[in-house]
């Protein structure tokens, strides 16, 4: 049996035709096994990203608020705002500690909770200092201690984000 030209013709577009929506069809497939997988990162990663987000925010509002206390020469609503911003720093903080992915984040968390109270203690004392008229002594330690207290609890910040976001990667190359 002999096939005429249109007969070959048809069968060559139906070909065509079938190739094109199995192609759609496992792009759709794909398409939403993506979508599940992004989901999946998305649930199990979005408390983790955001608390490791909002620990850092939290911590350079206080170094701001620090700031502004002095330069208006004590005026007590910053340090209400400072209080403030130190009980969002602990929230914040135990929040990442509890959605730690990894060994690191975790060894992280406690070293950023370790620098962070000696922080803390430091800029208690400078304040006190500053509160009882002795500004050039906080000013020494504002420069010198907590200067560099704050660079390193801002860096182990900055560290807790960026293993955060290492972990998130992994999962999306995992799947997982």
């Known amino acids: 049996m002999r096939l005429t030209l249109g007969t070959r013709f048809s069968i060559a577009i139906i070909g065509v035709v079938a190739l094109a929506a199995a192609s759609s069809l496992l792009t759709l497939l794909w398409m939403w096994a993506v979508g599940n997988l992004m ?91 500053y509160d009882r008229g002795e500004a050039t002594e906080a000013t020494m330690i504002l420069v010198h201690d907590l200067a560099d207290l704050y660079e390193r609890a801002f860096s182990l910040c900055r560290d ?11 999962a999306i190359e995992t799947g997982a």
Do not use: C
């Not at 330069?71 to 929040?95: I, N, Q, T, V, Y």
């Not at 960026?162 to 972990?167: T, V």
């Open 39 to 129: 989901q999946e990162v998305l649930t199990n990663n979005a408390s983790s990203v955001r608390a490791a987000n909002e620990l850092e925010i939290a911590f350079l509002r206080q170094g701001a608020i620090v700031s502004a206390y002095i330069l208006d020469r004590g005026r007590p609503d910053h340090l209400r705002e400072l209080h403030r911003w130190k009980a969002e720093f602990d929230k914040w903080l135990g929040l990442a500690q509890s959605t730690a992915h990894t060994p690191e984040e975790a060894a992280l968390m406690q070293d950023l909770d370790h620098v962070y109270h000696d922080y803390d203690a430091k800029r208690d004392e400078m304040l006190s200092l």
């Open 160 to 170: 807790v984000i960026a293993a955060n976001e290492r972990f998130v990667d992994a």
